[in-house]
């Protein structure tokens, strides 16, 4: 039988036993989702309008931001939905589109990680050729290669995961369409959906984690080398966010894959899901306005204009 023809919808069944629970949970969720829009809005405005932020380090920054807002509208509406009249149900097209732009996501936000971790790379340790090195067509192709590479990976492994035939049952016991519940489904041999999509999630996350991880060696090491403690301080000050936000990501998504889906139970993976796909998205850019005094003066000087143009 051909899954294609056969199935139209799958049923999420959301967070189940939480039920009851579930006015109470779509007001907190809610409330974090608009938290993340107007939170990176915010930084998208202020970047865009200050003359001082046109820099490679903001030109990246302004990609992140930009990257996180459809990262959680991938999950959060569908999410507050379910929340409302959970079981719902989701196309059979809805649900691919979701599991393909959510995986396409994700994987840009790996490679994006990975060039600001060498933008700052290059700032700290070969300042003098930094201009010359991170210029604007070096700039773009790094953010363009993250978009086209996250948009081009999961290709093989949606293909794969929806063409497997699908058992009778076509409830995704998850708030929406990911990987693991959606291969509880199926009813023929995962060997190579499994192996394909470990070999592309590994190299998709392992590589860009290992460059940054590379990158932050020889920052410390260079800034371990200024002599003044006021220097280094300041040397620090430059990456921190980046490195809290590189730390969140990678901490959470390691959280979930570490641990093996056959060990997981359905609660434990939503929460462990809810931390990566709702929670990291909204600390973001509450990291990079409250630490860093660019940001922050660039949001009082857009604050002071907007209001003085209303007087």
């Known amino acids: 039988m051909s899954n294609q023809t056969a199935i139209k919808e799958f049923l999420l069944l959301g967070f189940g036993s939480l039920h009851g629970l579930r006015f109470f949970l779509f007001g907190i969720f809610l409330g974090i989702y608009v938290v993340t829009l107007l939170g990176n809005i915010l930084i998208l405005t202020v970047i865009s309008s200050d003359h001082s932020l046109q820099t490679p380090m903001y030109f990246f920054l302004f990609n992140f931001s930009f990257l996180e807002i459809w990262y959680t509208t991938s999950i959060a509406p569908k999410m507050l939905q379910l929340l409302l009249s959970a079981p719902r149900a989701i196309s059979f097209a809805a649900c691919v589109a979701q599991f393909y732009f959510f995986g396409s996501m994700a994987v840009v936000e790996c490679f994006l990680l990975a060039a600001m971790s060498y933008d700052r790379y290059l700032a700290i340790c070969s300042p003098l050729r930094y201009s010359a090195l991170m210029n604007i067509r070096t700039c773009v192709l790094f953010a363009g290669g993250s978009w086209l590479g996250g948009f081009l990976t999961p290709v093989a492994t949606v293909t794969m995961t929806f063409q497997l035939p699908f058992c009778a049952t076509y409830e995704i016991d998850h708030f929406f369409c990911d990987l693991a519940p959606v291969l509880k489904l199926a009813c023929s041999d995962l060997e ?74 359905a609660s434990l993976h939503k929460i462990f899901s809810l931390l990566y796909t709702v929670i990291t998205p909204m600390i973001n850019p509450i990291v990079y306005s409250l630490r860093n005094k660019d940001v922050k003066k660039a949001t009082r000087r857009l604050l002071s204009n907007w209001v003085y143009t209303k007087i």
């Open 192 to 265: 190579t959906v499994e192996k394909t999509t470990f070999l592309m999630a590994s190299f998709v996350t392992m590589v860009p984690f290992l460059l940054t991880i590379a990158s932050y060696i020889y920052i410390v090491a260079a800034v371990l080398r200024i002599p003044s403690s006021s220097g280094k301080q300041r040397a620090f000050s430059t990456c921190s966010s980046h490195l809290i936000v590189v730390t969140l990501y990678y901490g959470t998504l390691g959280t979930v894959y570490a641990i093996p889906t056959a060990t997981q139970t």
